[in-house]
């Protein structure tokens, strides 16, 4: 996004905040929270592209200034959007459930929510999360991670690579061409010279490319379990070295 099209942080924040106090009521004039809905239901059904102060004006029977009293720009339109299509987070069920299980479940509602809305994962990361749904999302992760003994710079270093890593697999997998996909496996047989691409020959042999439609679950859960295990190993090392931690699930 160039900077003439980013929205400033604290503009932003502002709006977020106000957004999070205004009553979800429907009223007679307009007002921020139809506006949201309307962009919302605008992605969901034709993406990002399709978005425009004009395009929602038009749903919405006002002109696009009538617009602009409640949203500054579009860069602003889409970052609460963002933010109110969040939603809130899942609640633990269990009052004594596992770290693992809670972030377990976090990544399946997150990547729930992106198959709802699309769009989500290809909105511009341009600051932290600053707005009330997606701190609340980032406080559900922390939330588990810091029972398993992380704390401090580790804690947000693991959150950070966790959710990026599911909103970049997330947004491959949206755009992924299922049909090129399941041809990929068929292709690389045709042209890998197994001298040059020894590992990547056997794997393609074996049927490990092109067998899934582009499924990303598998690489998921894969990705997620080993680095859950690793850090329960670092956190119970770090106990046995005695540094102060948390008690694990």
Same mark, same amino acid.
Request: with cysteine; net charge neutral; aromatic share 6%.
């Given at each position: 996004?160039?900077?003439?099209?980013?929205?400033?942080?604290?503009?932003?924040?502002?709006?977020?905040?106000?957004? &999070?106090?205004?009553?979800?009521?429907?009223?007679?004039?307009?007002?921020?929270?139809? #506006?949201?809905?309307? +962009?919302?239901?605008?992605?969901?059904?034709? $993406?990002?592209?399709?978005?425009? @102060?004009?395009?929602?004006?038009?749903?919405?029977?006002?002109?696009?200034?009538?617009?602009?009293?409640?949203?500054?720009?579009?860069?602003?339109?889409?970052?609460? @959007?963002?933010?109110?299509?969040?939603?809130?987070?899942?609640?633990?069920?269990?009052?004594?459930?596992?770290?693992?299980?809670?972030?377990?479940?976090?990544?399946?509602?997150?990547?729930?929510?992106?198959?709802?809305?699309?769009?989500?994962?290809?909105?511009?990361?341009?600051?932290?999360? #600053?707005?009330?749904?997606?701190?609340?999302?980032?406080? +559900?992760?922390?939330?588990?991670? /810091?029972?398993?003994?992380?704390?401090? +710079?580790?804690?947000?270093? /693991?959150?950070?690579?966790?959710?990026?890593? *599911?909103?970049?697999?997330?947004?491959?997998?949206?755009?992924?061409?299922?049909?090129?996909?399941? !041809?990929?496996?068929?292709?690389?047989?045709?042209?890998?010279?197994?001298?040059?691409?020894?590992? @990547?020959? &056997?794997?393609?042999?074996? /049927?490990?490319?092109?067998? !899934?439609?582009?499924?990303?679950?598998?690489?998921?859960?894969?990705?997620?379990?080993?680095?859950?295990?690793?850090?329960?190993?670092?956190?119970? $090392?770090?106990?046995?070295? $005695?540094? *102060?931690?948390?008690?694990?699930?």
């Amino acid at each position: 996004m160039r900077s003439a099209d980013r929205a400033d942080p604290l503009t932003v924040a502002e709006l977020l905040w106000r957004t &999070e106090s205004t009553p979800k009521t429907e009223r007679p004039r307009l007002g921020i929270n139809s #506006i949201l809905a309307s +962009a919302i239901a605008i992605a969901d059904a034709e $993406g990002l592209d399709a978005l425009s @102060m004009q395009r929602i004006a038009s749903e919405l029977g006002y002109t696009p200034m009538a617009l602009y009293r409640h949203v500054p720009s579009k860069a602003h339109l889409v970052a609460a @959007m963002t933010d109110a299509a969040y939603g809130t987070p899942p609640v633990p069920t269990a009052r004594r459930r596992s770290w693992r299980a809670e972030v377990e479940t976090w990544v399946i509602a997150v990547l729930r929510l992106y198959g709802r809305h699309q769009w989500l994962v290809k909105t511009p990361t341009t600051t932290a999360p #600053i707005g009330p749904n997606a701190l609340a999302w980032t406080e +559900a992760l922390l939330r588990p991670l /810091a029972r398993a003994g992380l704390s401090g +710079a580790d804690l947000l270093a /693991a959150a950070t690579f966790l959710s990026s890593a *599911v909103r970049d697999l997330a947004r491959i997998a949206g755009e992924l061409d299922p049909a090129a996909a399941a !041809d990929y496996g068929r292709l690389l047989a045709e042209r890998l010279d197994s001298q040059r691409f020894p590992i @990547m020959a &056997e794997l393609t042999a074996n /049927a490990t490319f092109g067998d !899934d439609d582009g499924d990303i679950a598998p690489m998921v859960w894969f990705g997620l379990r080993r680095l859950l295990d690793g850090i329960d190993a670092y956190s119970k $090392g770090r106990q046995t070295r $005695g540094a *102060v931690a948390p008690p694990c699930d």
